[in-house]
């Protein structure tokens, strides 16, 4: 299984970013899809789960503001990021059933 993740950049804080990861290498509608993060030495934490059957979990501190969504043909978990705050700088990773994990894509969030 392979995650390719891409979208993240410098936004200045209130902007917008998408990110997008590709997974190949499995069947992607069986599995449950999600995005964590990881600031500079802090743990990694979830930001966004997707299930199979689309259903969604999202960390508070993102609630409101990320849209986590897959498109099964397209084999692609995507995270839209609104109103972005400096706190949300970090690597963001993408995974497959917790399992299989990207090498993550870095948002860095300027005030």
């Known amino acids: ?29 069986i599995n449950d899809m999600g995005w964590y993060r990881q600031a500079p030495g802090k743990e990694r934490d979830m930001v966004a789960t997707i299930s199979s059957d689309h259903g969604t979990t999202y960390a508070d501190s ?16 995507f995270l839209q990021m609104d109103s972005l705050k400096p706190e949300d700088t970090a690597v963001y990773f993408c995974t497959s059933n917790n399992r299989y994990w990207g090498k993550g894509t870095q948002v860095t969030v300027s005030s």
């Open 62 to 77: 993102v609630k409101g503001r990320f849209t986590i969504s897959r498109d099964n043909v397209r084999r692609t978990v």
């Open 1 to 29: 299984v392979q995650l390719q993740a891409c979208g993240g950049g410098l936004v200045q804080a209130g902007g917008s970013l998408r990110l997008s990861c590709k997974a190949t290498g499995t069947i992607f509608r």
